[in-house]
């Protein structure tokens, strides 16, 4: 692909649990992915490709309100520690949207160049 395509900016989150000790309660924080193995954590930006997806039929009932998914498609140069337990930060103009990634990410070349994955956020 080439970096011309690569054309929007996305942070990758990856999910921190920590329990109180006192209480044995929860917390649970999104750190952005550090760059390397070993970094410090600090939020880093990849430029990726994004492409919404066909809408199909995917709205439902949720605590009664009527909600949708959207579902993105999203490609970035090879990383082999993205996993679907994870979620993406979507930059753009105004606010920044939080996608969930919900499939792959998979090497879509054979060649370890790029590697997608789907991600949806939920809308109301």
Do not use: N, Q
């Given at each position: 692909m080439r970096a011309g395509a690569l054309d929007r900016e996305i942070s990758?989150?990856?999910?921190?649990?920590?329990?109180?000790p006192d209480y044995g309660t929860e917390t649970v924080t999104w750190e952005?992915?550090?760059?390397?193995?070993?970094?410090p954590t600090i939020g880093e930006r990849f430029r990726a490709n994004v492409q919404d997806v066909m809408p199909s039929r995917s709205e439902g009932v949720q605590q009664g309100l009527v909600?949708?998914?959207l579902q993105t498609r999203?490609?970035?140069?090879?990383?082999?520690d993205v996993t679907s337990a994870m979620r993406v930060l979507l930059h753009g103009d105004g606010?920044?949207?939080?996608?969930d990634i919900v499939a792959g990410p998979s090497d879509i070349d054979g060649r370890k160049s790029l590697i997608e994955f789907m991600a949806e956020r939920f809308t109301s």
């Open positions: 990758i989150m990856k999910k921190s649990t920590t329990v109180d952005p992915l550090a760059p390397d193995a070993g970094s909600t949708g998914r999203i490609r970035i140069r090879w990383r082999d606010a920044d949207e939080v996608f």
